[in-house]
Nanobody, 115 residues
Framework: QVQLVESGGGLVQPGRSLRLSCDAS????????VAWYRQAPGKQRELVAR???????VYADSVKGRFTISRDNAKNMVYLQMNSLKPEDTAVYYC?????????WGQGTQVTVSS
C-alpha cells in the first residue's frame, strides 16, 4: 500500500513560483512512473508532467519550459517546480505514482494564481 501526501500549494501572483512536494510513504521499494496531474474547475483532469525511468520526461505543452518534475528516490519524494505561473495554471494538483501495476493518487493540493 502506498500513501501519497502533497504539499506546497497556495495562492501566488502571476509570474511567481511554487514547488509542490509529494511524500510517498508505506512499504515500498521503488515507485515508477511518477507524475503530476491537475484539474481545474469544470475541466477534466489532465497530465502535467510524467517521469519514468528509461523514458523521456513528458510535459503538457502548456507548461513546457516553466515546470520541472523531479524525484528523490532515497526519500520517496516527487516534486514539481512551477515557475512563471499563470492564472490558467490555477487548479488542484494531484500526485500520481504506479507501484507494481497499481495506480495511487494523492488527495490534491490547490494552486491559485491570481493578482
Amino acid at each position: 500500500q502506498v500513501q501519497l501526501v502533497e504539499s506546497g500549494g497556495g495562492l501566488v501572483q502571476p509570474g511567481r513560483s511554487l514547488r509542490l512536494s509529494c511524500d510517498a510513504s508505506g512499504t515500498i521499494f521503488r515507485i515508477d512512473p511518477v507524475a503530476w496531474y491537475r484539474q481545474a474547475p469544470g475541466k477534466q483532469r489532465e497530465l502535467v508532467a510524467r517521469l519514468k525511468s528509461g523514458e523521456n520526461t513528458v510535459y503538457a505543452d502548456s507548461v513546457k519550459g516553466r515546470f520541472t518534475i523531479s524525484r528523490d528516490n532515497a526519500k520517496n519524494m516527487v516534486y514539481l517546480q512551477m515557475n512563471s505561473l499563470k492564472p490558467e495554471d490555477t487548479a488542484v494538483y494531484y500526485c500520481y505514482v504506479e507501484y507494481f501495476g497499481d495506480d495511487y493518487w494523492g488527495q490534491g493540493t490547490q494552486v491559485t494564481v491570481s493578482s
